[in-house]
């Protein structure tokens, strides 16, 4: 008996507590599910590409935000909002300078939404028109060389087409920009005639004009290694570590200890080496030390800031005075992340090398002597592996 009086007083808490206790809902202070009044007083900037829209908010308490809504092409709808602390948005993403329908909607802390307000906006020439319109391609050696300028900074790609054996238009190469110019290379054709085409496209799908050519890159070839000697003049640095400069031209790279080490010493340090001919260079590639990439890529004795000098005779005391500067070049590291911090990005691009062109304007030399003015970290330079390209 006692027993079951236990469980029924048990069983009346239970359903005392569970009256007393109701489901806790909350709303905003000043939400009375009405519906808000629109904006007023727009006016209208237009911008490249873009367009800012200023506004006056209704006097409501309940505001949220203002959305934007609108196409950048048929089909294509871009949404756009502001918080109510702001008089202002901008809608983007146009690829050219037509006319756009923009509405606009005052919406409430529950996504209640005002009547649309509509605006026309005629944005000026979008960036991608604008790049588009810079470029300017030349021929180079064993590719073009592609300008461009990019004032606003935009987020574009240049891409480039290139007729294949059968004349079709296949993609040989997509240049990824957000620099406010830029100049780059395309490599690896023959000096034959070959038609490219070019287009710039942005991050929101807009597409430019094409332009088509035919080009005919300037013939070079790849050096033989094999004949390339070491220079030991007396200004110039020596090896160190047992890693001597020939390591540079042994076509290996991956290996931790397969590099040219110098011994310690100020900047500017240099070193010189024979190409084994006398040849119009075009570029060079340079590998850095970079195994593992992550420890070793940009980063420690690895070239950052230097010049590049050839000469066909040589001072034999080390001087300067039969050498001319062929290029002046800097290592910079593709993600822009601190010192001892790496992406894919970057080690893809260690693992690619660094290219150097030479200008077209460079006379031929034989002997080339690298003048070290900065590495990442330390005091001594080592390099991994050099190759050349020219006509010899």
Request: glycine share 6%.
């Amino acid at each position: 008996m006692f027993k079951n009086i236990a469980t029924f007083l048990t069983l009346a808490i239970f359903l005392l507590m569970g009256a007393g206790c109701k489901r806790e809902l909350h709303s905003s202070l000043y939400d009375d599910g009405s519906t808000p009044s629109p904006i007023t007083n727009t006016t209208v900037q237009n911008l490249p590409g873009a367009a800012e829209i200023t506004y006056s908010l209704p006097h409501d308490n309940n505001i949220l935000y203002v959305k934007a809504e609108y196409e950048i092409r048929p089909g294509v709808k871009r949404e756009v909002k502001s918080s109510y602390y702001n008089n202002s948005l901008l809608v983007d993403g146009f690829g050219n300078t037509n006319e756009y329908s923009i509405k606009l909607y005052v919406v409430t802390r529950s996504e209640i939404q005002s009547a649309p307000v509509t605006v026309t906006v005629k944005p000026l020439v979008p960036p991608v028109v604008a790049t588009f319109n810079s470029l300017t391609v030349a021929e180079d050696f064993g590719g073009l060389i592609i300008n461009y300028l990019n004032d606003a900074k935009a987020d574009l790609a240049i891409h480039t087409l290139a007729a294949d054996s059968t004349g079709a238009m296949v993609e040989a190469n997509t240049n990824y920009t957000t620099l406010p110019s830029g100049r780059y290379t395309i490599r690896g054709f023959d000096s034959t005639s070959r038609k490219f085409s070019f287009f710039v496209k942005d991050r929101f799908g807009n597409i430019s004009d094409t332009l088509t050519a035919t080009y005919k890159p300037l013939y070079e070839k790849l050096l033989d290694k094999s004949l390339f000697r070491t220079v030991l003049l007396p200004t110039d640095v020596k090896d160190d570590w047992g890693l001597p400069m020939q390591n540079m031209w042994n076509n290996g790279y991956t290996d931790f200890w397969d590099m040219f080490h110098t011994q310690t010493q100020s900047f500017p340090m240099w070193f010189t080496f024979d190409l084994g001919i006398t040849v119009k260079l075009s570029r060079m590639a340079l590998w850095q030390r970079q195994s593992p990439a992550a420890d070793w890529a940009y980063n420690a004795n690895n070239p950052k800031k230097f010049e590049v000098w050839g000469s066909t005779s040589p001072d034999v005391d080390g001087g300067w005075n039969n050498w001319i500067k062929l290029t002046d070049h800097e290592v910079v590291k593709p993600s822009g992340l601190p010192l001892g911090q790496v992406s894919a990005d970057d080690i893809a691009a260690a693992a690619k090398g660094e290219e150097i062109p030479i200008p077209l304007s460079m006379p031929q030399v034989r002997y080339i002597r690298f003048r070290i003015l900065e590495t990442f970290t330390n005091s001594a330079t080592n390099i991994a592996e050099i190759s050349v390209w020219g006509q010899p």
